[in-house]
């Protein structure tokens, strides 16, 4: 599985956004498979025994996963003044 996070600031408040995508081990996108995009919880991330369980089950079929990262959660910088949102 290959793992790359890149991440991009926001146009209207310079927050970042982070996504950890992970790839099937031949190393690539297999467009006739599914994109798995996966939302953890509150304070989580992609080392959520829940997101590694969905992430190797979905790279085991061949599928492509993205994990959403939240502004200021697993090294994603926090640049605004609130520090939370609902």
Do not use: Q, W
């Given at each position: 599985?290959?793992?790359?996070?890149?991440?991009?600031?926001?146009k209207?408040?310079d927050?970042?956004?982070?996504?950890?995508?992970?790839f099937?081990?031949?190393?690539?996108?297999?467009?006739?498979?599914?994109?798995?995009?996966?939302?953890?919880?509150?304070?989580g991330?992609?080392t959520?025994?829940?997101?590694?369980?969905?992430?190797?089950r979905a790279s085991?079929?061949g599928?492509t996963?993205?994990?959403l990262?939240?502004?200021?959660?697993?090294?994603?910088?926090?640049?605004?003044e609130?520090?939370?949102?609902?």
């Amino acid at each position: 599985t290959v793992l790359r996070r890149p991440l991009k600031s926001t146009k209207d408040d310079d927050e970042a956004v982070a996504l950890d995508l992970l790839f099937p081990s031949s190393g690539g996108h297999n467009n006739n498979k599914p994109v798995f995009l996966i939302l953890h919880g509150l304070n989580g991330g992609s080392t959520e025994p829940y997101v590694l369980d969905l992430v190797r089950r979905a790279s085991k079929e061949g599928c492509t996963s993205a994990v959403l990262v939240n502004r200021g959660l697993m090294k994603t910088p926090l640049r605004g003044e609130e520090s939370f949102t609902a």
